[in-house]
C-alpha cells in the first residue's frame, strides 16, 4: 500500500514502481533527510502543531533509525519510492502513531530539496580540503624547484625560459580560484527551502526561520515556489566541478607530456604509474590519464542537468527527480580524482637536466636578445628583425645563441658586445623577470606565499 494510495483504486504497475522509483540512489540522502525531519518535528513540537511528546518520540525514533541505516540493520524498500517515504514508513512502523504527524505541514517537495542542499554543502567542503592538500603540495613543489629552469612554451613551441615553480603556481592559481568558486557556490545556496512545502507554504503556523537555524542556514528562502522548483545551486556546483576538472584535465595532459621519453621533464613515483602487458619499457601515467578522461563524465553531469531544468514549469516537476544521479556522480568522481591526483603530483621527481636541456635549445632566449638591443637603444621592431636574421643564421650554421661566434654578432649589428652571453643565459633570462607574476625566484616567491596565507586562512 502506498502512503498515497487513497484515490486510487488499484495497484500501481509493478514496472511503474520500479521506473518512478527512486530510493537505489536517493538512499545516500538519509542523514540529511533524517536532520531535515528532526528539525521539523522540532520547530512542530515548538510551534504546538503537534504535541511536544510526539515530537520527542519522533526525534528519538530517528535518531535510533540513524544508527540502525548505519550499522546496516535496516534495508529500504523499492515499494516505498523514495529515501522521504521510506523513512516515514520506518518511523511510524517504530513508534506507531505519532509518526503519522511528521509530515504535517510539509511536502517531499521542499523535503528532497532541503536534503539535497544539505548533501550538496558537505560534499563541497569535503572537496574544498582536497583543493586545499593539492595547493599545498604545489607549494611543496615549486618550493623545492624555484631555480628548476625549464622551458615555457606557446603553441607547444619552445617560447621563453620559465622554472617548475613558476609553473607550479601557475596551477596554484587556478585551483585557487576553484575553490573561492565552490565556497561562492556554498554562500548562495546556505537557505533553507524547508517549509515551502509542496510549492505554496502551509496554514498551519509553521515557523521556517527556526527550521533554518536549526540545520544551519542562514535564512529561509525568500520564495516558496522557488524554494521547491530550483535546482541552480546543484547547476552551480557542476559548473564549479567542471571547472575544476578542466583545471585537473589540463594539468594531466601535461603530466603525460612531461613523463614521455620526447620530454623527460618528470619521472612519476613507481606506486603511481603503470605497466604493460606486452612492452615490458612501458611505464604508462594512468592516473594523470584516467583524470583526464573522467573530466568527460563531470561535463556530461552538467549538461544533463541543464537540460532536464530547461523546460520545466514552476513548481515541482517528476523530471527533478533526475537531478540526482548526475550530481552523485559528479561528486564521486571530483573526490575520486583529487586525493590520487594530488598523491602522484606529490610524488614526481623533478628531472632537472633534460629540463634545463630542454630550455637550452630552440632559440627560447630570442626575445631577450632583442631586449638586449632595444636596452642599448634600438627601436624594439628593429631589435627582433637583427635577431631573426641572428636564428636563421644560427640555424644554418647549426649553432645557437649562446655559442654563436662574437664576430658574426658584429657583423649583424655592431651594439653586440661580449656580455651578450652572460645576458643570454637562461638564469640571467628567467632572473631578469622580476616583474610581479613572473617566475624570476624573487617574484615566485611572492606567489608561494600568496597562496600559503591563503590556505592558512582556510585551516
Ligand atoms: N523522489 C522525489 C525526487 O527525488 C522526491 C520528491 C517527489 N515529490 C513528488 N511530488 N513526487 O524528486
Redesign the pocket.
Known amino acids: 500500500m502506498k502512503l498515497w494510495s487513497g484515490r486510487f483504486q488499484k495497484d500501481v504497475d509493478s514496472q511503474v514502481n520500479d521506473f518512478n522509483s527512486?530510493i537505489s540512489f536517493?538512499a545516500r540522502l538519509y542523514r540529511q533527510d533524517i536532520a531535515g525531519s528532526i528539525a521539523h518535528a522540532t520547530m512542530l513540537g515548538e510551534q504546538g502543531i503537534i504535541a511536544q511528546t510526539e515530537a520527542e518520540q519522533i526525534v528519538n525514533g530517528l535518531r535510533t533509525i540513524l544508527e540502525e541505516v548505519e550499522s546496516g540493520v535496516i534495508e529500504f524498500s523499492e515499494d516505498n519510492?523514495?529515501i522521504?517515504m521510506n523513512m516515514e514508513v520506518l518511523l511510524t512502523q517504530k513508534i506507531g502513531e505519532a509518526g503519522k504527524r511528521l509530515h504535517t505541514g510539509r511536502?517531499?517537495?521542499d523535503q528532497?530539496a532541503v536534503d539535497f542542499r544539505l548533501y550538496v554543502k558537505e560534499q563541497i567542503n569535503e572537496i574544498i580540503s582536497m583543493i586545499l592538500r593539492l595547493e599545498s603540495t604545489l607549494v611543496k613543489q615549486a618550493e623545492n624547484n624555484i631555480d628548476a629552469v625549464m622551458p615555457g612554451y606557446t603553441h607547444l613551441q619552445r617560447a621563453q625560459p620559465l622554472t617548475f615553480a613558476h609553473t607550479m603556481m601557475a596551477y596554484a592559481n587556478m585551483f585557487r580560484r576553484d575553490l573561492t568558486r565552490f565556497e561562492d557556490c556554498i554562500d548562495r545556496m546556505n537557505e533553507s527551502p524547508l517549509g515551502a512545502g509542496a510549492l505554496a507554504t502551509s496554514t498551519h503556523p509553521i515557523d521556517r526561520d527556526r527550521t533554518a537555524q536549526l540545520l544551519g542556514f542562514t535564512k529561509p528562502m525568500d520564495n516558496s515556489l522557488d524554494a521547491v522548483s530550483d535546482r541552480d545551486f546543484a547547476l552551480e556546483f557542476l559548473s564549479a566541478c567542471s571547472i575544476l576538472m578542466m583545471h585537473l584535465s589540463r594539468f594531466s595532459e601535461e603530466i603525460i607530456l612531461w613523463c614521455s621519453w620526447e620530454f623527460q621533464f618528470i619521472e612519476l613515483d613507481d606506486a603511481y604509474a603503470t605497466g604493460s602487458s606486452i612492452m615490458p619499457q612501458k611505464k604508462n601515467p594512468d592516473i594523470a590519464e584516467l583524470v583526464r578522461g573522467k573530466t568527460g563524465r563531470v561535463y556530461g553531469s552538467l549538461i544533463s542537468l541543464l537540460t532536464v531544468m530547461k523546460g520545466l514549469p514552476l513548481a515541482?516537476n517528476?523530471d527533478?527527480?533526475e537531478d540526482?544521479e548526475p550530481v552523485f556522480d559528479a561528486i564521486d568522481t571530483v573526490t575520486l580524482c583529487l586525493p590520487v591526483f594530488t598523491a602522484m603530483l606529490d610524488t614526481l621527481t623533478v628531472k632537472r637536466t633534460p629540463m634545463r636541456n630542454a630550455a637550452a635549445g630552440g632559440f627560447i632566449t630570442a626575445t631577450d636578445c632583442a631586449d638586449y638591443l632595444a636596452k642599448k637603444g634600438m627601436p624594439f621592431r628593429e631589435a627582433y628583425g637583427i635577431v631573426g636574421k641572428l636564428v636563421d643564421r644560427c640555424i644554418r650554421t647549426g649553432s645557437t645563441l649562446e655559442t654563436l661566434p662574437m664576430e658574426d654578432y658584429k657583423e649583424i649589428s655592431s651594439l653586440f658586445d661580449n656580455d651578450i652571453y652572460e645576458n643570454l643565459s637562461l638564469e640571467a633570462c628567467v632572473e631578469g623577470r622580476n616583474v610581479f607574476g613572473g617566475p624570476a625566484s624573487s617574484s615566485v616567491k611572492q606567489q608561494i606565499e600568496s597562496i600559503k596565507s591563503f590556505i592558512k586562512e582556510r585551516e
Open positions: 527512486s536517493d519510492e523514495d522521504h511536502s517531499r517537495n528532497v515541482y517528476k527533478m527527480q540526482k
